[in-house]
């Protein structure tokens, strides 16, 4: 079974930019969850998404957004880029369903912000 | 706020060696507590515990909840350098699915 993908793996913009990232969960996975991973902050939670709809929200700005779409694929948005959201995307996809369970992470996206 | 502290932050031991991670939680209405590895690249799941599966092993590691102490241990004996790698602590809570990370135990096996 396919693990979960996430393209691109590197990103280089510039301040004030926006960039668009994506997720795709292992088959059958219907939960896809994104955190942000720094080298001061850790592993940070930005949101969940079950079956097109946003469960679950972190504590960041609004310039950080997301969507998934009804095959799960997920895709995060980061407008009007700031130097500190330089940082490894991750993603994390899991079945959800009908009880909690493990999740599975991507490689992830490493976003440089000059 | 939810919090989730691990301990040390970095170990070093020589090959051979048992080593033990440290994980302390609050969080509000726990659901369960992973552990995973991560080397140069996305963590690697390796355990998840719950009310109902509080130790779990595979191979030389071992994991056990103590959920009256609200903290978790993570054992690796007969430490290999392919051992070396940061392990994450995260705990699932009142959140859902948002798991709430510690900010992780560097370990490096020397040979």
């Known amino acids: 079974k396919a693990g979960v993908t996430q393209t691109p793996r590197y990103l280089i913009k510039t301040r004030g930019q926006q960039v668009t990232l994506s997720c795709s969960p292992i088959s059958g996975h219907r939960s896809v969850s994104w955190y942000q991973q720094t080298p001061g902050q850790g592993l940070q939670f930005l949101f969940e998404?079950?079956?097109?709809?946003?469960?679950n929200k972190g504590n960041f700005p609004g310039r950080f957004s997301g969507r998934q779409f009804s095959n799960s694929r997920s895709e995060m948005n980061v407008s009007t880029l700031e130097l500190g959201d330089s940082a490894l995307y991750l993603c994390?996809?899991?079945?959800?369903?009908?009880?909690?369970?493990?999740?599975?992470f991507g490689p992830g996206t490493r976003l440089t912000v000059l | 706020e939810d919090k989730v502290v691990q301990s040390p932050l970095s170990l070093v031991v020589h090959e051979g060696d048992t080593v033990t991670l440290n994980c302390s939680y609050e969080v509000t209405n726990f659901r369960s507590l992973l552990w995973y590895k991560q080397e140069k690249k996305a963590p690697t799941f390796l355990f998840m515990l719950t009310s109902s599966g509080i130790e779990k092993k595979s191979g030389r590691l071992s994991s056990i909840l103590d959920k009256k102490e609200l903290s978790s241990i993570l054992n690796i004996t007969a430490t290999q350098t392919g051992d070396s790698a940061i392990y994450l602590c995260a705990v699932a809570g009142d959140s859902g699915y948002a798991l709430n990370f510690g900010k992780g135990t560097s370990l490096l096996v020397t040979p």
């Open positions: 998404y079950f079956s097109e709809t946003q469960r």
């Open positions: 994390a996809s899991s079945l959800a369903q009908p009880t909690y369970n493990e999740q599975f």
